[in-house]
């Protein structure tokens, strides 16, 4: 005994009763493997808090509420649902866009400030604010304009930057409407209205209730249940039924204990709340004692397993008190109430499923310090869990879920102007801010134009200058030289040699007439009577 006592002692949680036994402190249980036993806790979900893993949802039935659970210990779904916010990454994007717009435009202006080079990186921005100034499409017609000043189309830098500008936003807004539209072009829809008779009695559904008793028992544990009491105790219509005539149940061990699993099907709504019990006792070296209660439950309509609506979770002791950790054993019952709320889907050919709901738990008897919990243990009329299952029907109203449509074409192509208008306004209240402050950007066209049209001149007039240059020499276009003479090197000198350039004389000719040399005095003297003649002739004959 002293042996035992000690091993008890010595392993953590975990303490000795009855002399030979061992037990875990409140708030564990004990957990055989194959090497040993140890004491573990409830197992939770997380640090999400005391109903943390509670899910409340319908599979099938529309996408409200649906908890894909079974990826929850993957990757986290909410990390997920952050980052496919589609909405926040278009209006980044648009945002990216029209900051990139404005940092080049006020780039270009900056650094071709001074189009003074004909060539290089300062003519390209230059050329660039141009181009820029071509794009006032929207508010080439909103510029300054003085009293009685005919108003004309002035294109200028600051008009083309804030066009773009407001095209990319406008662009930006009417994707996120159109992703609205397209995404969330139904809302669903719940509507509440009374219920009558023949209303619930068309709620035909399989219902299913699995409950799990954290623990170290078994199903050898259980005292089942035999019978199902109806209505409400204390009134005339207060009931107690075999339980064979509404439910069938079932128990099975599991590694967390033993789990009761109560099924109806074809059962259709009645009117008045349900009362199961069942409980589990001492056996010898198997004390009835619980830390908490999982469960899961479902609903589906008769003959469609495509739908089921759910509610799963975890009792712990702390869940409806102190954070004290504690373990249920005694006489005092645990009561688990549910709710069914019948619910109508419009949307699906008026699919009808009664929604599950744990809306309360009442603790039974309970144990948070050793002492007591060994005293108990030591104390057989203490070795009983009991447990009642409360179904309460909310059958007053019926839940009417349909589909409506919330964007039709005439609201988009309203939102669209919407957006123009606010696209607009931004950036023409700019424009109005920056022209009336600044003076200079009154009249940037202007002054843009004159300076390209010098720049246009100015290439204009070197064109004519080496055409000069090259055809008639560098020494006419300087006043002080007047020889009259041809340079050297230029195109009419050229020319002129190439005039009075000598014949070479054929392959005919012998070697005497190649050595015939006619004097040039004598050759310009020929030339000089040629022209008299000519010149005679032609004063004869007028």
């Avoid at 952050?82 to 717009?101: D, E, G, N, P």
């Avoid at 930057?161 to 994707?175: E, K, Q, R």
């Avoid at 495509?306 to 645990?334: A, C, M, P, W």
């Amino acid at each position: 005994m002293a042996a035992a006592a000690a091993a008890c002692a010595a392993a953590a949680r975990m303490f000795a009763y009855n002399a030979t036994l061992c037990a875990c402190d409140p708030g564990y249980y004990l957990s055989s493997t194959a090497n040993s036993t140890t004491c573990v806790s409830l197992p939770t979900s997380g640090g999400g808090g005391a109903f943390s893993d509670w899910q409340v949802g319908a599979v099938g039935a529309g996408s409200r509420n649906q908890t894909l659970y079974f990826l929850a210990p993957v990757l986290s779904l909410d990390a997920v649902r952050r980052l496919t916010q589609s909405q926040a990454v278009l209006l980044v994007i648009a945002l990216i866009t029209l900051l990139s717009w404005l940092a080049f435009c006020a780039a270009a202006r900056l650094a071709g400030r001074h189009p003074a080079a004909a060539s290089g990186t300062r003519s390209r921005f230059f050329r660039a604010r141009f181009w820029i100034s071509r794009l006032d499409c929207i508010f080439d017609t909103q510029h300054w304009a003085a009293d009685q000043q005919v108003l004309k189309k002035r294109k200028t830098e600051l008009g083309g930057t804030f066009s773009v500008a407001a095209i990319i936003l406008f662009i930006g807004l009417v994707t996120v409407l159109l992703y609205q539209a397209i995404k969330r072009r139904n809302i669903e829809v719940h509507r509440v209205k009374p219920a009558n008779a023949p209303d619930l009695f068309s709620f035909v559904n399989d219902i299913e209730f699995h409950i799990t008793t954290v623990s170290a028992m078994s199903c050898a544990q259980l005292a089942p249940p035999s019978t199902i009491a109806m209505g409400t105790p204390g009134f005339m219509d207060f009931r107690v039924l075999p339980l064979s005539t509404l439910l069938t149940y079932t128990c099975q061990n599991t590694s967390q204990g033993p789990s009761i699993t109560l099924k109806c099907n074809g059962c259709r709504m009645p009117p008045r709340d349900h009362y199961v019990s069942w409980q589990f006792v001492d056996l010898p070296r198997q004390p009835a004692a619980a830390v908490g209660f999982q469960f899961n439950l479902t609903t589906k309509q008769t003959g469609d397993d495509q739908h089921v609506s759910f509610v799963s979770g975890t009792i712990n002791s702390d869940n409806y008190g102190d954070e004290k950790l504690k373990t249920f054993r005694g006489r005092d019952s645990n009561v688990l109430k549910i709710q069914l709320f019948p619910q109508m889907y419009n949307k699906l050919h008026d699919l009808k499923l009664l929604q599950p709901l744990l809306q309360d738990f009442t603790q039974g008897s309970t144990f948070s310090d050793v002492s007591s919990l060994n005293a108990s243990l030591n104390n057989p009329t203490d070795g009983v869990i009991n447990t009642t299952l409360y179904i309460s029907y909310l059958s007053d109203y019926i839940v009417e879920i349909s589909n409506e449509s919330a964007l039709g074409p005439v609201s988009i192509l309203a939102s669209i102007g919407g957006l123009y208008a606010f696209s607009v306004a931004i950036f023409i209240c700019l424009m109005a801010q920056c022209e009336a402050r600044i003076k200079k950007l009154r009249n940037e066209d202007t002054r843009m134009l004159k300076i390209l049209s010098k720049q246009r001149a100015q290439r204009n007039w070197d064109k004519v200058r080496k055409f000069v240059m090259y055809t008639w020499g560098p020494s006419n276009l300087d006043p002080s030289d007047r020889s009259g003479k041809w340079p050297e090197g230029s195109m009419m000198d050229s020319l002129h040699g190439s005039f009075h350039k000598k014949r070479k004389p054929t392959r005919g000719t012998s070697n005497a007439n190649l050595t015939r040399r006619v004097p040039g005095d004598m050759r310009a003297i020929d030339i000089e009577k040629a022209g008299e003649m000519q010149h005679s002739s032609s004063s004869r004959h007028p």
